[in-house]
């Protein structure tokens, strides 16, 4: 990584930060962008001593969404061929947890990014919208779905139709973020709760993810069988072991991930 990398990355403990790192163009989510991120979110999933993820794009701005310029041309085809928005469903496969912190615009793919992650935090600043109605196109990455079941659909509806924004009061109201603060507390606020999901059992943090984002993704029945899956094989891990033995001890556990 270098500082001309669209995606910074650093990581403090359990905790790594991915800041997306083209101010000028307002974060929008140019191709090597995204594959930069998704390469960075690769490596973090990979890596075993990170525990949790926060994706910010800084103070200013979350992400302005897909890049306008590199799509104003393009045939079907291309986009086709070049898996321009296709390739963003890799981040669906992140088995750590992934809390976008957003300031500022979080537009279009920029919106539709922070749906991606699992938790969405938010400044003052914050201003979520889907407007691709107002360049002919609509959203591609998820937005129509995911805005939908995040805060219902009379309420996407009218964002979608209209390209309208909306605040980061409305959108945790409407139960699109868990928490407003102050632009300048968002990244300690993010870090201290990604650092409370860090103390749990990893594999088990990992598998409520994948069973809570079933929810989502699939009927009620199929979500039930994977959640009672996963409860099953949670029995397998070390960490169930002590997890269960401290409590009855009454002491607290120490989680190894194993
Ligand atoms: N793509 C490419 N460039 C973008 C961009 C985008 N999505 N958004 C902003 N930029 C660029 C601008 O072109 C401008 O660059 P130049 O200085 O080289 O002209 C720079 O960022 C600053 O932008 P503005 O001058 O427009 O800043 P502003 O403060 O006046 O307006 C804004 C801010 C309201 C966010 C405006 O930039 C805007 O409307 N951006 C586009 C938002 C949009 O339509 N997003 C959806 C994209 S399509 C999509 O995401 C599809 C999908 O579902 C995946």
């Keep these: 990584m270098t500082d001309d990398s669209l995606v910074l990355a650093s990581v403090d403990g359990a905790v ?16 090597q962008l995204m594959d930069e991120l998704i390469e960075a979110l690769t490596h973090l999933d990979d890596d075993r001593a990170v525990r ?26 291309e986009m086709v061929t070049r ?57 591609g990455a998820g937005g129509t779905q995911r805005l939908t079941r995040a805060i219902g659909p009379y309420r996407a509806m009218q964002m979608v139709l209209t390209g309208e924004m909306l605040s980061a009061h409305d959108a945790y109201a409407f139960g699109l973020v868990t928490r407003v603060c102050p632009v300048e507390a968002l990244l300690s606020e993010a870090r201290r709760l990604a650092e ?19 929810a989502a993704e699939t009927t ?17 891990t070390a960490d169930q072991k002590e997890g269960m033995a401290a409590f009855i001890e009454k002491r607290k556990a120490t989680f190894t991930g194993e």
């Design 83 to 139: 898996r321009t928005i296709a390739r963003w469903a890799r981040i669906r496969d992140v088995r750590k947890p992934i809390i976008a912190a957003v300031s500022g615009y979080a537009l279009g793919g920029g919106c539709e990014l922070a749906m991606m992650c699992d938790i969405i935090m938010a400044s003052e600043t914050a201003q979520f919208g889907q407007p691709e109605i107002n360049i002919g196109i609509i959203p």
């Design 52 to 77: 949790a993820i926060i994706l910010t794009g800084g103070p200013q701005v979350f992400a302005a969404g897909a890049d306008i310029k590199a799509m104003a041309t393009a045939s079907p085809m």
């Design 196 to 214: 409370t999901i860090a103390t749990r059992p990893p594999l088990a943090v990992q598998l409520a993810k994948q069973a809570v984002r079933f």
């Design 220 to 236: 009620v029945r199929e979500g039930l069988e994977i959640e009672l899956r996963n409860f099953y094989l949670l029995f397998d």
């Design 16 to 31: 790594a930060t991915l800041t997306l790192n083209r101010p000028k163009a307002l974060n929008a989510l140019s191709p």
